[in-house]
Structures are given as C-alpha cells and as structure tokens.
C-alpha cells in the first residue's frame, strides 16, 4: 500500500523506523477513508439523479440504493436465506425448462 501510494521500493519501507511506518499507515488510512466517503457521496449523487429520472421504476429512493448496493445491509435472517435459495432455484427451473423447450422446438 505505501509502495503503490508513495512509489516506494520495498527496502525503503522495510528500512522505516517501525513508528513512522505506523504513521504513514494511518495516514494513508486516514486519507482512504476520507477518498472513499467522497467516492460514496458522488456515487449517492449520481443514484439520487437516476432516481429522480425514474430509473427506479416506483421505487422509493432507499429501495433503490439497496438495489444499487449502495446501502448497508442488516445480516439475512435464516429464513430470508432459505427464500433467496428457493428464489434461485425456482428461477434455475423456469430457466432450464425454457433452454429445453427452444432446443425441442429446432
């Protein structure tokens, strides 16, 4: 990370001081954290024009962040697992049976 950030060598970090090679990590953390909420916030900017566009097809606008991706998720219960399972599964059968019948139809 600080080669890539500083164009170091591998020598030059390893030959830093173990105290200012801490500070350098927290500073570059720092200034990650600071390049990823602006990232954030102009991705939310660009979502929040898409929506007001329609793209979101009725949706309220948290509905359309989470299907972005853009929101944080609560952990999936065992029983919202089990229905993303069977979604999937019942999707994979109308899939398969459709393939089959286009190749019964040639």
Not at 44 to 65: D, I, R
Not at 88 to 97: N, V
Request: charged share 30%.
């Amino acid at each position: 990370m600080i080669q890539a950030r500083y164009g170091w060598t591998d020598n030059q970090v390893n030959s830093l001081p173990f105290q200012s090679f801490q500070n350098k990590l927290n500073i570059l953390y720092d200034r990650e954290k600071s390049e990823r909420t602006q990232r954030n916030a102009s991705v939310a900017s660009l979502a929040y024009l898409a929506w007001q566009y329609g793209m979101s097809k009725g949706q309220s606008f948290e509905q359309h962040l989470q299907n972005l991706g853009l929101l944080e998720r609560k952990p999936l219960t065992q029983e919202e697992k089990k229905q993303m399972v069977e979604k999937a599964l019942e999707d994979s059968r109308k899939i398969i049976s459709m393939l089959s019948r286009r190749k019964k139809a040639r």
